[in-house]
């Protein structure tokens, strides 16, 4: 054992206290060997009033802080003390069908030098309807969907807007730690951010810029005030193109729009921020002949065969006019046509007669033509994964009286424009393109959509008479045939079916122009719609000029496998 060597300035117990058991004759009870000094009662008045006077100070400070300036101090401790930093989480990458990044992140470091990230398109305008583009959080956004911290940013609109809940990912957070002048003192773990998810949609990006370059190209040499089209397949209604004119630099709302940029966007009367695809609504023209062919066909209102004949007008007495007559033209003299030729050279003479009726004809009427147009869907959505799309409109003779007082009867020729597509009927691109489908496949109905799924496609049938799908299929290929109003269209390797169509404006000497169609004929596999929006009537080119030149790129491309569904 290690002895500890004592220092000469140590003290035992046993030298300042005494041992009564070791000194001989110390008595206890006599309180002998105890060491005694009582305190006297003036230091002790002294102590007591000096303890009470800090117990006071002490009292009224707490007092002063816990009561009267508790609530200030406890929200100054809170809001200074513990500051919680959102880490912003980059948005999932939007790709086309093949892989191909359409969207993605741009890192940046902001004033502060906090990582922020930048939304970024790699074909600004020709995907600026499709994608949409990311904006600051409005409080109108806050209403819809409430705070979020850490995102400070949301889709506004297309695909960005339809699925933000799930590109926009979970931001990461860190508490740190303040004192008074601000500066951090401690800093808490650190949560990572969590990206938003990838997502993959159905469109081809090289078939779309070469879509929109057709239409851009088309819009500007020929004056026509926008358009829109969509390429899809027929069979699932997979959106492999969809593009809308005049479009928008999607890249400019990401990094902040210039006063110039804004102005350029916001003032323009076109309108490049409406999705004329899936939100105008326009006079089909001839295009809503197909479909009124088969009403016809279905309500035995017409042997197909029978022929009737079109010397360029259809005239009628004028019952409101004693030895008058109403006329109503056509686009030219056909002669006799039946159904599959008054199809393919676009008739308006059959269509007046087999609509309004005519002679030992009695027609359709207007209330079996919109009970047909809207079991093709006209008068509803397609229920696209984008918002704010728009439904068809086919008047009636009730709504004439509310929207007409002062003409409120409906007329005979009221019934004929809207069979052929004129007067107050309306459609979209992508509404008449879903009937298109059902044409092409015998009824099918096609929910058109831009995320790409895995999912089995759910089979809904209108049902029609297989003949008169065919009837009406033989009619429309007849259309890009010698003699037909697209005939230019028939020199391609693979066979197409279709319908022109053109429909007057408001505009004086405007007209739009419209093609649906399908390919192969045979064998459909995809569908297409173009529209030229109010553009010269004088036009020479027109919607078959866009449908040539995206079909000579399918054509040239054959790798993409667009014809291969």
Known sequence: MRLRKRKIYDLSPDEVFLDEKEIPGLSRERREGMIEKPISREAFLTFSIILLFFGWILFGRVFWLQIVRGKELEQRAESNSIQTLYIEPPRGIIYDRNGKELAFNEAYKDDLGIIRYRRVSRHPYAFSHVLGFVGDISSEDIEKEGRIAGVPEIGKS?????????????????????????????????????????????????????FWKTFDDTVRAHDFLGGAGVIFSINDGEILSLVSLPSFDVNAFSRGLEPKEAKEIFSDGRAPIFNRALSGAFAPGSTIKPFLALAALEERVIDPNRQLYSSGALTIPDPFRKGAVSRFGDWRAHGFVDMRRA?????????????????????????????????????GTTGIDILGERAGFLPDPEWKKTAHPENPIWRIGDTYHISIGQGDVLVTPLGIARGLAMIATGGKKITPHLLKKNVPVVENYLPINPVNYSIVREGMFGVTRPGGTASSLGSFPFSIAGKTGSAETSAEQRTHSWFIGYAPYENPRIGIVVFLESGPRANSVGAVHVVSEIFRWIQEHEENNILVR
Request: proline share 3%; no cysteine; hydrophobic share 35%.
């Open 158 to 210: 297309g695909i960005e807007q339809t699925y933000n809940d799930i590109l926009r990912g979970k931001p990461g957070k860190q508490d740190r730690e303040l004192n008074v002048r601000g500066t951090v003192i401690a800093e808490g773990p650190m949560i990572q951010p969590r990206e938003g998810e990838n997502i993959s949609l159905t469109i081809d990006a090289e078939l779309q810029e070469a």
């Open 343 to 379: 199809i393919a050279v676009s008739s308006n003479v059959y269509f007046y007669t087999v609509g309004g009726g005519y002679e030992d004809i009695t027609g359709l009427g207007v209330s079996r033509i919109k009970l047909w147009l809207n079991r093709f869907g006209f008068d």
